[in-house]
C-alpha cells in the first residue's frame, strides 16, 4: 500500500481514540471520518489535555497515577459524547522506561517512580557489579542509561523484584480490559531485550535475581489486546471497542506519524521534546564496536525496524529554566517569548555540554549552566531572568552543534548520507533551534508534525484494523495512512 494510493478512508468509519500519555502532559485525540464528498475526510480533535508532573514525596520522585488514569477517563467520556457512530478503538502510547507495579487485582501497587528520582544512581552501580555495562550492551544493543527500566526494577525493595509489572501505556490499556503485554518499542528500551532472540535476556534476568514468570509476554506494534471493559462500556459509543499496542514508546510512535515515502536511506530524524532522539530508520541492528563506543541504542520501531539513536538532552533545560526564574522573581516565560528573545542574541563564543549529567537532573538550571562554564574557566551568563535571552541562545546553539556531531556518527557507522532531517514533536515549532540546526548540520529540515505521536498512534490503528491476517501492523500500510492523515494534524 502506498501513500496516496486508493485507500484514503477506512473500511469501517467509526471513530478512533489515542492517548498519548507526556511526561508534561497528557493528551485524549479524536479521529472521526465524515462523508464522502472531496471535502470531506479525517478529522482529529484535542478532546482533552491535562497537566502531568512528577510529585515529590518522602524526598522522591513519583507519578500521581491515580490522577492520570482520571484525567483519562474524563477523556474518553468525552470522546463517547463526540462519537455517535461509535469508538472502533483505543490506542495508548507515552514515554517509556516508567511502569507500575501491580497488586492482586492489576491495579497500582503504589505510585510509579518518576525516571528522574536520583535512586538509579546507586541501582545503576550495583547492577554493573553483578553483569558489566559491557556485557550488557552487547546482550541488549541498547544505550546504556541509568533511567532505563533494569535500573529503576533493580532499585526497587528486593521483596518487589518478584512482583508484576508493566509499563505506563501498556498499564492504562490493561486497565481498560486488554491483556497485560509489553509492546516491542517499549520493551527494548528497558534495556532487558536479547537483540538476538526478541525475548527478555534469561543472562540479565538471572544476574539481577529477576523472576521471569513476572515479566509480560512481548507483543509487536499493531497487537490487538482484546476489548475494552468496565464502566465506560456504559456508553453506547464504546461498544465492541479494540483495544490496541500501538508502538507505545512514544518517540518510535512520533517516527511512525514521519509519512516519508522514500524509505529512511536518506533521512534522519530528531524526535524534539524534553529530550531530543536524533536517528534514523534500521531495517536491522548494529551493535558493533563503533555503536557500542558511541552508546547508539537499537530501539524497536514500527514495522519491524529499529530506531537507531542517541538520546540527546532536549527543551527539558530550557523548561527547567523557565521554572527556576519563575520562582525566583515571578516571572513568567514562554518559549515563544525566549525564541524571539533569543533570535536578536549574537552567536555565543563558547557551548555547553549538553549531555553532562548534571544538566540530566531537575532544579536550579541556570545555576547548573553556569557551574558547567565555571568548571571549564569560561564566563559565567546572569541567572537571573535578565540573562534568559543570552542563556536561551546558549542552549540551542549547543544543541544544533551537539545534533550535527550526533548525525555525522551515525553517518560514519551507518554508511548512509543524509540529505534531510525530519524534526518531529514539540520542538518542530522552534524555528529559530530549526534554522540552527540547519546551518549546523548542512542539511534540509523538515519540520514535521507537533503532535506526530498521536499520528503515529492512529496510522498503527489503522494498518492493524484494515489489515486483516498481518502479524503486527506492515510498515507500508502505517506510512500510507500517516500520509493520509496528516493534513487532519494541522488543527493540533
Known amino acids: 500500500m502506498s501513500p496516496g494510493g486508493p485507500l484514503a478512508a477506512p473500511s469501517d468509519k467509526r471513530a478512533l481514540v489515542a492517548i498519548d500519555l507526556g511526561a508534561e502532559s497528557c493528551r485524549v485525540s479524536l479521529l472521526r471520518w465524515t462523508g464522502d464528498g472531496p471535502d470531506d475526510g479525517p478529522k482529529v480533535r484535542l478532546v482533552h489535555r491535562f497537566e502531568n508532573m512528577p510529585l515529590h514525596a518522602d524526598g522522591r520522585l513519583h507519578w500521581d497515577i491515580d490522577r492520570i488514569e482520571g484525567g483519562l477517563y474524563d477523556g474518553l467520556e468525552r470522546c463517547a459524547e463526540l462519537a455517535p457512530e461509535g469508538v472502533r478503538a483505543i490506542a495508548v502510547d507515552g514515554w517509556a522506561v516508567d511502569y507500575v507495579r501491580l497488586d492482586d487485582s492489576g491495579a497500582a501497587r503504589t505510585r510509579p517512580f518518576c525516571y528522574r528520582d536520583e535512586r538509579t544512581v546507586a541501582a545503576e552501580v550495583e547492577v554493573h557489579r553483578r553483569m558489566s555495562a559491557a556485557a550488557m550492551r552487547a546482550a541488549t544493543g541498547i544505550q546504556i542509561m541509568r533511567i532505563n527500566t533494569v535500573y529503576q526494577l533493580f532499585a526497587d525493595e528486593p521483596d518487589l523484584r518478584c512482583e508484576r509489572w508493566l509499563n505506563l501505556p501498556e498499564y492504562v490499556l490493561h486497565r481498560l480490559g486488554g491483556r497485560a503485554v509489553s509492546e516491542r518499542t517499549n520493551a527494548t528500551h528497558t534495556q532487558m531485550i536479547d537483540i538476538h532472540t526478541g525475548g527478555w535476556s534469561p543472562e540479565i534476568l538471572a544476574a539481577l535475581g529477576f523472576a521471569a514468570e513476572c515479566f509480560p509476554p512481548v507483543v509487536n506494534p499493531g497487537t490487538d489486546l482484546g476489548v475494552l471493559r468496565g464502566p465506560l462500556t456504559a456508553y453506547p459509543a464504546f461498544r465492541d471497542t479494540r483495544l490496541i499496542a500501538p508502538a507505545c514508546h512514544d518517540t518510535a510512535s512520533a517516527i511512525a506519524g514521519i509519512p516519508d515515502p522514500t524509505g ?58 523557565i521554572a527556576s526564574w519563575a520562582q525566583g522573581s515571578g516571572k513568567h516565560f514562554t518559549v515563544s517569548e525566549l525564541i524571539a528573545a533569543a533570535e536578536l542574541e549574537p552567536a555565543p563564543a563558547v557551548l555547553l555540554d549538553v549531555d553532562e549529567e548534571d544538566l540530566l537532573l531537575p532544579g536550579e538550571m541556570p545555576q547548573r549552566i553556569n557551574a558547567q562554564l565555571r568548571r571549564r574557566g569560561l564566563p559565567e551568563l546572569e541567572e537571573g ?108
Open 264 to 321: 529512511a536511506g536518506d533521512w534522519a530524524y530528531i524526535s524534539s521534546g524534553t529530550w531530543s532522539l536524533v536517528g534514523t530508520l534500521l531495517d536491522r541492528p548494529i551493535n558493533d564496536d563503533a555503536a557500542r563506543e558511541e552508546n547508539f541504542t537499537n530501539l524497536g520501531a514500527a514495522g519491524g525496524r529499529i530506531c537507531f539513536h542517541k538520546n540527546v538532552n532536549g527543551m527539558w533545560m530550557l523548561k527547567q529554566c
Open 385 to 492: 531572568p535578565a540573562g534568559a535571552p543570552a542563556m536561551t541562545a546558549l542552549l540551542f546553539y549547543s544543541l544544533a552543534v551537539r545534533y550535527a556531531t550526533v548525525l555525522k556518527k551515525i553517518e560514519a557507522i551507518t554508511g548512509r548520507r543524509f540529505q534531510r532531517i525530519y524534526i518531529v514533536g514539540g520542538g518542530s515549532r522552534n524555528a529559530l533551534l530549526n534554522r540552527l540546526t540547519a546551518n549546523a548540520t548542512g542539511l534540509e529540515v523538515i519540520a514535521g508534525c507537533a503532535e506526530s505521536s498521536t499520528l503515529g498512534n492512529f496510522a498503527v490503528q489503522l494498518a492493524t484494523l484494515e489489515e486483516e491476517g498481518a502479524a503486527g501492523a506492515p510498515a507500508a500500510a502505517i506510512g500510507h495512512w500517516a500520509h493520509v492523515l496528516l493534513p487532519a494534524m494541522h488543527c493540533l
